[in-house]
Every structure is written in C-alpha cells, then in structure tokens.
C-alpha cells in the first residue's frame, strides 16, 4: 500500500462510532455534537390523551474524501418502533425533499410550459 493510502485506512482504524452514551459522554467532541443537536429542536407540550414516543441518540463520524474528520454528528431519532397502527397512530408522513425531486419537478414543469 501507499503511504498516502495507508494514512488514509489507518484514520478510520482509530476512530469508531460509539454506540454506548456513557462512553460518548466522556469525549468533548461529541459532548458539543449532542449540544448543537438538543439546541436545533424545537420543543412542544404533548397534547392530552396523548403518549410520547421514546427517543435516542444516533452518532456518526463524517469523513471527507482524503480521509480527514469532517465532523461528528449526532442525530436524535425517535422510537417509533415501540408503537401500533391503529391504536397509537393512524397515519405517517415524513417530508423529504432531495435534489433529485426538485430537478423532475422543474424538469416536468418546463416541458408542460
């Protein structure tokens, strides 16, 4: 192997997605990753009647194409898991919108004028 490759396969060797909160809580990077994450929600009162949906915590390392760190990120996901259809939830809609949508999209709208 190169010493340019080598590098390269060595960074992904010495950092690892941890899985574990107690040990991710130890670690200053991730400390700041799950602050900015909080901070980014926005928090609301759960309507009467209703139960709230468990959560966790999910990390990631984001490299960039030499191999360097780009950035830690943690994201907060919800449990959904943990509920039935019908009893705690009637319908589901996640708004996704990629690139790829919109240039159909624009695609479609220009040759329909």
């Known amino acids: 192997m190169s010493p ?19 040990k991710t809580v130890k670690d200053d ?13 926005e928090v609301v009162d759960l309507l009467p009647g209703k139960t709230s949906i468990g959560s966790k915590l999910v990390y990631k390392i984001k490299f960039q194409a ?21 009893l705690d939830y009637h319908e589901t809609f996640s708004l996704v919108a990629k690139m790829v949508t919109f240039r159909f ?9």
């Not at 990077?29 to 929600?41: F, G």
């Not at 760190?69 to 509920?83: D, M, P, Q, S, T």
């Not at 624009?106 to 040759?111: N, Q, R, V």
């Open 29 to 41: 990077r991730w400390i700041t990753t799950m602050k900015q994450e909080v901070q980014a929600l």
């Open 66 to 86: 030499n191999g360097e760190v780009e950035r830690f990120k943690a994201r907060l996901v919800a449990k959904g898991y943990n509920k039935q259809k019908g």
């Open 4 to 22: 340019k490759y080598r590098s390269y396969v060595s960074v992904f060797s010495v950092l690892k997605e941890l899985h574990n909160f107690k």
């Open 105 to 113: 999209v624009i695609a479609l709208a220009a040759s329909k004028d």
